[in-house]
């Protein structure tokens, strides 16, 4: 059992936050566009999640071999301190992205050409933090590509007033939650020359974070109007509005940016109940 362990940090199963933080919009974009029918979908996305999920862990970790070890919060990945080799790390990405494309074949034609550029996207991100100033934007885009995906899968695509705020939502909210991670390594990636947005934005990092976070919330709320929600989605919206502002002016003087950046689980849980309470 222990030879599989390094693989299984690999994906990191052990740290599920970044599955949860893109399977939460997809699940939004889910139960709008079926309401809660059509098990079978839910059950491929579902699967897809974690699958592309673990699959942009095995190449970002690849990508990074040489720059982890050196990274408090990352020296004890199976690549940065040898317990696995590069070829078997590439093997493990080609096994996941085999089965990413297995389920891909299980959708209609229009949704397998969106999974074909979420699939170059995974692979492209690891990249953004060594030539973009933000490559937070390129995780939102990338995260985000599940959206116009399941309405494809659902044959409206066409709706694009519908999943547009959906999408945007799912762009924004890494802008903010990612932003929060990389405070964490902000002294490391400083010192390596790697790009982030608390590097770029320096002072202006808190505003981009409220300013992301709020365009997030806004999206939703268009989304809410749209779909004509009932009390609880508005009064779940506003709770997590308030209580973000709270936490963020508490945590972040502090340095707990872990904490908050969990935190974003938990709302993401809030807005699918929300969605489901009030359709």
């Known amino acids: 059992m222990s030879l599989f362990v390094p693989y299984l940090e690999l994906m990191r199963l052990k740290t599920p936050i970044g599955f949860w933080l893109l399977w939460w919009p997809t699940s939004w974009a889910l139960w709008v566009a079926t309401k809660g029918t059509q098990l079978k979908l839910w059950c491929i996305f579902i699967v897809g999640t974690w699958i592309m999920r673990s699959a942009g862990c095995v190449i970002n970790d690849w990508f ?3 720059i982890d070890p050196f990274v408090e919060r990352t020296k004890q990945r199976p690549l940065a301190k040898g317990t696995l080799k590069s070829p078997q790390a590439l093997n ?3 096994m996941l992205m085999l089965g990413a494309f297995f389920l891909c074949l299980m959708l209609p034609m229009p949704a397998r050409l969106l999974c074909v550029v979420g699939a170059i996207m995974t692979g492209l991100y690891p990249l953004a933090k060594r030539f973009t100033h933000c490559p937070q934007i390129m995780l939102g885009c ?3 590509m599940s959206i116009p995906i399941v309405f494809a899968a659902t044959e409206q695509l066409q709706a694009i007033n519908i999943w547009l705020p959906i999408y945007f939502a799912a762009v924004l909210w890494p ?3 990612d932003s929060i991670y990389a405070l964490e390594d902000f002294k490391d990636d400083k010192k390596l020359n790697i790009h982030s ?7 202006y990092t808190m505003h981009f974070i409220i300013l992301s976070e709020t365009l997030t919330f806004s999206m939703l709320a268009i989304l ?3 779909q004509q929600l009932s009390w609880p989605f508005w009064m779940v919206l506003g709770g997590i509005m308030s209580s973000f502002i709270v936490m963020l002016f508490i945590l972040i003087p502090r340095q707990y940016f872990i904490s908050l950046f969990k935190v974003h689980h938990w709302f993401g849980c809030l807005i699918f109940l929300g969605l489901i309470i009030s359709s």
């Not at 947005?197 to 002072?203: I, K, M, R, V």
């Open 64 to 66: 990074d071999k040489d």
């Open 92 to 94: 493990l990405f080609g």
């Open 175 to 177: 802008l903010a939650y």
């Open 224 to 226: 809410g109007i749209q």
């Open 142 to 144: 990338t995260f985000a």
């Open 197 to 203: 947005s608390p590097q770029w934005l320096e002072a």
